[in-house]
C-alpha cells in the first residue's frame, strides 16, 4: 500500500475527542436536558419540515432565528451569530481571534474543547490554574492580562465540569483592564440565570456564548449562538464554515426558542433536583461536592474509577474526570429525573457507606 504523509504536528498532542458515551439506562454523563421536548412541539416541527425545500442552500446566517434572539436580548441582528452548537463556534473564535504567534488565556481545569481549539488554530496557550475549590485565581488573571500580550481570554461561567460562576465583579475588571477578546461562555446560562449581557454595550471585547444543546433539550440537533460587537460577530463570520447551520436545525431551533416559555417548569425541577442531589452529598463522608449553578455537580471521592464502574454496573452512568489534569478522583453527575437521581444517591451512599466499613 502506498504510504501517506504524516498530518500536521499539531494534532501529535491531540486525542479525538470521545464523549465516553455508553449505553445505560440513566445517561447521567453528558448535562443533557433529561426532559425530551413534548408532544405539541414535536408535532409543529414535523408540520414546518414537511414544507422544507431540501435541494436549497439553508440561510447562511439564519436571520429568522437571529432576528428572534437578537429580539428577545435587547440586541440587534448583527450582534447575534448562530453556530452549529457551541462548539463550532468556539472552533471559530479560535480561528478569529488565534493564530500563530497570538495567545489564548485559559482557566483550568475547564471545558477541554477551549485548548484543543487553541492548539489546532496554533495558539499559544497561557494557563492560570483554578485555586483548590475551582474558583479563578482573580488576582493571577488580572496581573496576566496586565502583561498585554493576551490575545483572547475563555471564562465558563458556570465553569464545565466544576459548577460555580465567575464573579460578576471580577469579569467585569477583566473587561475593563485588557483589550483582549474575552469570551464568557454561559452554556448553562439558564440554570444559572446570570448573565454578561448587560455589558456589552460598554463593552467591545466582550462576546458571550449560549446553546441550545443544555436547557432546551437540542444536543441532537446542534445549534448555539453568540452574542457580541457587531465588528467581533462581523470577524467570526469571515472564519465560520457559511452553511453550517442546516436548515431543519434553523426550524427546530426557532419553533424550541418561541415555545421557550414551557421549559420554564422543568428547568426549575432541575434545580430544585440539584439542591436535593447537593444537600444529600454532602451529608456522605469522604464525599466532597461542589457547589453548582447548573445541571451538574462534580464531586471527589477515594477511589473514582471503582465507584464509576460501581455505578455503571447498576445502570448509571456519570463523566468520570479523575484522569483528567487537576481532577484528580473527581467524577461529575448531570441532574436527571428524580427517579434518576434517586438510583444515583442510593448507589453512591451503598458504595461509600461499604468501603467506609472496610
Ligand atoms: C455543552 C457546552 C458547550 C456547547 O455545547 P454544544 O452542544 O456544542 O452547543 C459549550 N461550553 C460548555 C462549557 C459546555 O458545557
Known amino acids: 500500500m502506498n504510504r501517506v504523509r504524516p498530518s500536521s504536528p499539531r494534532l501529535a498532542n491531540i486525542e479525538p475527542y470521545d464523549p465516553k458515551y455508553l449505553p445505560a439506562e440513566n445517561l447521567l454523563s453528558a448535562n ?18 414537511r414544507r422544507v425545500p431540501f ?16 429580539e428577545t436580548n435587547g440586541l440587534e441582528p448583527n450582534q447575534v451569530l448562530m453556530g452549529n452548537g457551541g462548539d463550532e463556534l468556539l472552533l471559530d473564535v479560535a480561528l478569529a481571534w488565534g493564530g500563530n504567534g497570538r495567545k489564548m488565556l485559559n482557566l483550568p481545569p475547564t471545558f477541554s474543547v477551549y485548548e484543543t481549539n487553541a492548539v489546532l488554530s496554533g495558539t499559544e496557550v497561557v494557563s492560570i490554574p483554578r485555586k483548590p475549590d475551582f474558583s479563578i485565581d482573580e488576582d493571577a488573571v488580572l496581573e496576566r492580562v496586565g502583561e498585554g500580550d493576551i490575545d483572547y481570554v475563555m471564562v465558563a461561567s458556570p465553569n464545565n465540569p466544576s459548577g460555580g460562576l465567575a464573579e460578576e465583579e471580577f469579569l467585569l475588571k477583566l473587561l475593563d483592564s485588557t483589550d483582549a477578546l474575552v469570551m ?28 441550545f444543546s443544555k436547557a432546551f433539550s437540542l444536543a441532537g440537533v446542534r445549534v448555539g449562538y453568540l452574542l457580541g460587537d457587531p465588528m467581533v460577530i462581523r470577524e467570526i463570520i469571515k472564519v465560520r464554515q457559511p452553511y453550517s447551520v442546516d436548515v431543519i436545525s434553523q426550524i427546530v431551533a426557532r419553533i424550541i426558542y418561541e415555545n421557550r416559555s414551557r421549559f420554564e417548569k422543568e428547568m426549575l425541577s432541575i434545580i430544585d433536583e440539584r439542591e436535593r442531589m447537593y444537600e444529600a452529598m454532602k451529608t456522605l463522608p469522604s464525599v466532597t461536592v461542589f457547589p453548582s449553578e447548573a445541571n451538574y455537580l462534580l464531586f471527589k471521592v477515594k477511589r473514582a474509577d471503582e465507584l464509576w464502574q460501581y455505578l455503571y454496573d447498576q445502570g448509571i452512568l456519570v463523566r468520570n474526570l479523575s484522569h483528567s489534569p487537576g481532577l484528580e478522583q473527581c467524577l461529575r453527575v448531570s441532574v436527571g429525573l428524580e427517579a434518576q437521581n434517586d438510583a444515583f444517591l442510593t448507589a453512591l451512599r451503598s458504595f461509600i457507606l461499604s468501603k467506609d466499613a472496610e
Open 55 to 70: 435541494n436549497r442552500y439553508p440561510d447562511p446566517l439564519a436571520n429568522e432565528l437571529r432576528g428572534l434572539i437578537a
Open 32 to 49: 443533557e436536558n433529561p426532559h425530551d421536548i413534548d408532544r405539541p412541539m414535536r408535532q409543529a416541527i414535523i408540520k414546518a419540515i
Open 184 to 211: 464568557v461562555d454561559e452554556a448553562y446560562f439558564e440554570f444559572s440565570r446570570r448573565t454578561m449581557r448587560p455589558y456589552l454595550a460598554s463593552h467591545q471585547n466582550l462576546l458571550i456564548l449560549r446553546t
